[in-house]
């Protein structure tokens, strides 16, 4: 069967209509927290613990610098990083645990994979990766979580209404300090260090193989020796886009 050129097109552009309908857009939000009033400035660090180990480099820095860290963690970290767990809680001045999902599933309610790893794909799933991550943090002793930070950082915008009506502000970030950790320690020291007032840096603690940590405690000590200051997202003002946080 021949069909005219005219008639191809408006097939093709039919099908692109349909599969558009069919995955959602995501959204990447982002996150600020408000600028010191006075002196060199402050970041919030944010690190992902989505499964896997510890970097102790990291944790370590962490520790012996005074650098406070808000520290996503899944239920998945949870159970194999007792250790670090207990380091973590030992020091409530530095870090604050909060909610990365149960099973480090993306919250994104539409069946669809992002970055090769499948989403909840329904609003019940998005639930439930919420409600477990936020239950596993309390197995932990640790104060009930305030933001969730899903993996992936993509969402669904249906997906955070429906995060913000549970009563979690969402935690986007400004500067991608290690490139899902799979950036040189070079590239991510000199992200990290280039860090202004007000961001919100984002970077993992959970791949101690990975050459991406050793670059996070680079730049880190390098903001500090600028005289830069640390905050947690619970001690600071977040502002983030697409209702993330109002
Ligand atoms: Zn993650």
């Known amino acids: 069967m021949h069909l005219p050129q005219k008639h191809l097109c408006t097939i093709a552009m039919s099908v692109a ?4 309908a069919h995955a959602t857009p995501l959204v990447e939000p982002t996150l600020h927290i408000k600028p010191a009033a006075s002196g060199t400035g402050r970041v919030a660090l944010t690190l992902d613990a989505c499964g896997g180990k510890t970097d102790t480099r990291i944790l370590s820095a962490l520790v012996d610098n005074k650098i406070p860290a808000t520290i996503f963690v899944t239920g998945i970290w949870l159970k194999r990083n007792a250790e670090a767990v207990a380091i973590m809680r030992a020091h409530p001045d ?6 990365h999902g149960g099973r480090h599933i993306p919250a994104v309610d539409t069946p669809q994979k992002i970055y090769g790893i499948r989403s909840a794909g329904s609003p019940e799933a998005v639930l439930a990766e919420v409600e477990s991550g936020a239950a596993a943090l309390a197995t932990t002793g640790e104060p009930a979580p305030k ?7 993509e969402y669904s915008p249906s997906a955070i209404a429906m995060i913000r009506k549970l009563g979690f502000k969402i935690a986007g970030f400004s500067i991608n300090g ?6 040189g320690a070079k590239e991510t020291a000199r992200r990290i260090a280039a860090a202004k007032d ?7 603690i959970n791949q101690p193989t990975h050459a991406a940590g050793e670059g996070v405690v680079q730049g880190l ?5 600028k005289g830069m200051t640390f905050v947690r997202l619970d001690d600071a003002d977040g502002t983030g886009n697409h209702g993330t946080t109002d």
């Open 221 to 225: 000590l390098a903001l500090k020796d």
């Open 147 to 153: 933001w969730f930070r899903g993996a992936t950082a």
């Open 17 to 20: 209509l349909i599969s558009s």
């Open 178 to 183: 290690d490139g899902g950790s799979l950036l």
């Open 94 to 99: 530095l870090f604050e645990l909060e909610n």
């Open 198 to 204: 007000g961001d919100v840096i984002i970077s993992h």
